[in-house]
């Protein structure tokens, strides 16, 4: 008997060892999977004292009260200055306008799609119409991605459950359906027939999620806000920006065309970590978007950045 335990014991032993080297084997050969909760919508993360304060600034100005009840102003305000506690307020938020050539993000987004599957070759001709695109919203450069990428894959990517950037369910959102050209055919989007579209809220999920490194990948994220970063006009958002946070980090889009005017900018630098959207159909609407920027500051100053519910990886 003790003869059969002393056999015994060392192949025990040696069985052991051996499982144990097979599971760290298996542990470094096999990441940890990826447990973090989904990306939630943006509307997940109302917050009642910025919504208020956002409202009373907008209610102010009686010309601002006017268009936004006739739903001619839509505006999206996301503050991140305590990451764990992200809040977002809107007026008409689910409000799908022309937004002229600020869908072209949405461009953008296909395009770093399109690279990341292989799809489209990354040249220099492509970088150079994605920077001419965004920074100075070159029309020719942004017609040139449109033919390269085609309007079906425009439309998937918006549509892409991940991102849900178009969703009928709440107005539509971002889209992007003829070219900035006048010949060539339309893709018009299938709740009201708009070809260059945009909710306000959808634009504040475009930004979250590219600050959060959820566009495509963490690195096409990157690329992105590395485009975005530093527009060359100096209007709107930016000009009042410019005069009083000089040394913040802009990053932006915007359009007009007609009485339409649309911005959009993540704003990261001393003391300020937000996103604001502004979509207006009115002729002043380029003047509205410079004073804008001092009413939603004034409303954050009115909301502390640590109060409201703590939000898990919103979108």
Request: hydrophobic share 40%; glycine share 6%.
């Amino acid at each position: 008997m003790a003869k059969k335990l002393f056999v015994l014991i060392p192949a025990v032993t040696i069985a052991f060892w051996g499982f144990s080297l097979l599971s760290q084997y298996q542990s470094q050969a096999m990441p940890t999977p990826n447990l973090d909760p989904p990306v939630q919508p943006l509307r997940n993360l109302g917050d009642k004292t910025l919504q208020a304060a956002l409202i009373k600034e907008i209610n102010k100005n009686s010309k601002w009260k006017s268009l936004a009840s006739q739903k001619k102003m839509a505006i999206g305000l996301v503050d991140m200055r305590d990451p764990a506690r992200v809040k977002f307020a809107h007026v008409n938020g689910n409000k799908m306008m022309y937004a002229a050539s600020l869908p072209k993000i949405a461009i953008l987004l296909s395009a770093m799609d399109a690279m990341e599957k292989g799809e489209l070759k990354e040249t220099e001709e492509v970088s150079r119409d994605l920077h001419l695109m965004i920074s100075k919203s070159d029309n020719q450069a942004s017609t040139r991605m449109i033919d390269r990428l085609g309007y079906k894959k425009i439309e998937s990517v918006l549509t892409d459950p991940k991102y849900k950037l178009y969703d009928k369910n709440y107005g539509g959102g971002l889209w992007v359906g003829k070219r900035y050209a006048k010949q060539g055919a339309r893709n018009p989007d299938p709740m009201m027939g708009l070809s260059h579209a945009a909710t306000a809220a959808q634009v504040c999920r475009f930004y979250y999620l590219m600050a959060l490194k959820q566009l495509v990948s963490p690195q096409r994220s990157e690329q992105m806000m590395e485009i975005m970063e530093g527009p060359a006009l100096h209007h709107k958002f930016v000009n009042t920006l410019d005069r009083i946070a000089p040394e913040a980090r802009v990053f932006r889009k915007s359009g007009s065309w007609r009485t339409y005017h649309s911005d959009s900018a993540m704003v990261l630098g001393p003391e300020r970590h937000y996103i604001l959207v502004a979509l207006i159909e009115d002729a002043e609407g380029e003047s509205i978007c410079r004073q804008l920027v001092l009413s939603v500051e004034e409303a954050l100053k009115k909301t502390p950045p640590n109060s409201g519910s703590t939000a898990q990886r919103p979108g």
